[in-house]
């Protein structure tokens, strides 16, 4: 039972270049996040999804691009990469929304050049 | 604008002692409040969820409550061990989503 994987879980990119992160899950969960976590700002939402298919905003949206095609999986998208948005990435699941815990990956460090 | 506020020093504690949290929320009326840990490198882990009725919840040496007439939860550590040592992160829920604080990291001396 692998929960909630990530890949990659490094990279270095130099700005402009986009790239995508994966996150999976395996517990058949509705609703799925991508946080970005910087030094003394704790977790902030980039977008989530509460479906198959439905993305939405979150509080941190700009530069990045979402995609919900199937249930397990939620891809995060940088088209162009800045400075900006080095940062730890952390994609998370759950059943369903506020009343039940959130499960996490183990992020994607991702610095940018 | 909503805030969410936990202790921003970190704690540092004898092992055996217990080890009190804070987290404080403004302009926000979760139903739900959440804590999870997170050790370095790692994602965050889920560890309790209170409701808006529940004054406490425990869960072996865990104790949490939550005053939402003082819009503030405390999560205590009891009997602390160093392998406690880790970012406790608190998390109010709204609109399909969690809203983070930044975390607390404790320290549990041996």
């Known amino acids: 039972n692998a929960g909630v994987t990530q890949t990659p879980k490094f990279r270095v990119l130099k700005t402009g270049q986009s790239m995508t992160l994966l996150c999976a899950q395996d517990m058949n969960h509705e609703y799925m996040y991508w946080y970005r976590q910087d030094p003394g700002m704790g977790l902030r939402l980039i977008h989530y999804?509460?479906?198959?298919?439905?993305?939405a905003k979150g509080e941190v949206p700009d530069g990045y691009n979402v995609s919900r095609l199937k249930k397990q999986n939620f891809l995060l998208g940088l088209e162009s990469a800045a400075p900006s948005q080095t940062s730890v990435y952390f994609c998370?699941?759950?059943?369903?929304?506020?009343?039940?815990?959130?499960?996490f990956g183990d992020g994607t460090r991702l610095s940018i050049l | 604008s909503q805030k969410i506020e936990q202790n921003s020093e970190a704690l540092n504690i004898q092992e055996g002692k217990t080890a009190t949290l804070t987290c404080n929320y403004t302009n926000y009326s979760p139903a739900y409040l959440q804590w999870y840990r997170q050790d370095p490198g790692r994602g965050p882990v889920f560890l309790l969820l209170i409701r808006e009725n529940e004054k406490e919840k425990r869960k072996e040496r865990l104790k949490v409550t939550f005053d939402t007439t003082l819009k503030q939860s405390l999560f205590h550590i009891t009997a602390s061990q160093p392998a406690d040592s880790a970012t406790y992160l608190c998390a109010l829920d709204g609109d399909y989503k969690l809203s983070f604080g930044a975390g607390t990291t404790v320290t549990v001396r041996a």
């Open positions: 998370a699941s759950s059943y369903s929304s506020g009343n039940q815990p959130q499960h």
């Open positions: 999804s509460v479906g198959e298919g439905t993305t």
